[in-house]
Structures are given as C-alpha cells and as structure tokens.
C-alpha cells in the first residue's frame, strides 16, 4: 500500500513539469547558418515561448522538398543553473518556407527527421533577430573606424614644432 501511494506522489509531482514542458516555453534559441560568425543566441518570446513556433508538427509532414533553399540549425535552449542544456534541433528555411525538424536532442521524437510547412508568422521576427545581432556587431567596428579617423586627423592637423 506504501509503495502505491508513493508511486501516485511521485506521479503527481512530475505529471505537471512534463505538461507545462510540452507546451515550450524554451528559454533561448541557438541559431547557426550561413553568414552567420559562431552562435548567435535569442531570447525573444516570440521564437521561445511555444513548442510550435516554427512548424505545427501535430499537422503532419510533408514531403522532402526539391531545393529548400538557404537554411539555419535552430538549437532550443533550456536554461539549467548557470549554462543551457539543449533540448531538440531543426532546420529552418524561412526563404522557401519548409522545417526539417531534427528531434530531441539525445532523446526520440515521432516528429523527428521529417520535413514540415513552416509557420509564416515566424519569418519577420526571425530575420529581424539576425539583423539585430548584424547590427550589434557591427557597431564595436563602426566605433573603431571613428576613433581611428579622429586620431589620424588630430595628427595629420597638429602643429609642427621648428627645430
């Protein structure tokens, strides 16, 4: 009788995390691709906060495309203490519209290793957030060139000393 009513509790503590899980809340995204410089992470809500963000896998897959065009690893990101542990990976092709979503990362999905429409909302919002980060590289650069200008005429206008 123990042994039930301490399975039942156990149960019961670990039924609402794998629910409230399933729904997505991700804490950031990785994303790699190309012109892309190492990792670039996101937060935003808007790519985090649902498991079907870029796809709806519940709708079925489709078929492999011919040519899906230029696409990005997304890696979603499940912050535990001071580092993040990844959760699942797909492939997202937001010029031609299609996901291939990879699975859980080291787990198994039925979703996994299948092509799906992907979501078009989700196009703006992940292109501004690779503009974002192209636009917070850069400015470190632009910063450089400034100064580095600035000092070059401040030396090039400066007085000659006579001897």
């Known amino acids: 009788m123990k042994k039930t009513l301490f399975f039942f509790l156990?149960?019961?503590?670990?039924?609402?995390a794998t629910f409230a899980f399933a729904k997505g809340k991700f804490d950031y995204i990785v994303i790699k691709g190309p012109g892309i410089t190492?990792?670039?992470n996101v937060s935003n809500p808007v790519l985090t906060q649902d498991y079907f963000t870029f796809a709806d896998f519940s709708k079925g897959s489709v078929a492999e495309p011919a040519e899906p065009g230029a696409g990005f690893q997304?890696?979603?990101m499940v912050a535990e203490g001071s580092k993040g542990v990844p959760y699942d990976q797909l492939h997202y092709?937001?010029?031609?519209?299609?996901?291939?979503y990879d699975g859980i990362v080291n787990g198994f999905s039925e979703d996994g290793g299948k092509w799906y429409i992907a979501n078009p909302a989700i196009k703006e919002p992940f292109l501004s957030a690779l503009a974002e980060d192209t636009r917070l590289t850069w400015i470190p650069f632009a910063v450089l060139v400034v100064l580095l200008t600035g000092f070059f005429i401040a030396y090039r206008t400066k007085p000659k000393q006579k001897k």
């Not at 092709?93 to 291939?100: D, H, K, Q």
């Open 93 to 100: 092709y937001p010029y031609t519209g299609f996901v291939y």
């Open 38 to 40: 190492g990792d670039v």
């Open 10 to 16: 156990v149960l019961a503590l670990f039924i609402p």
């Open 74 to 76: 997304v890696v979603r």
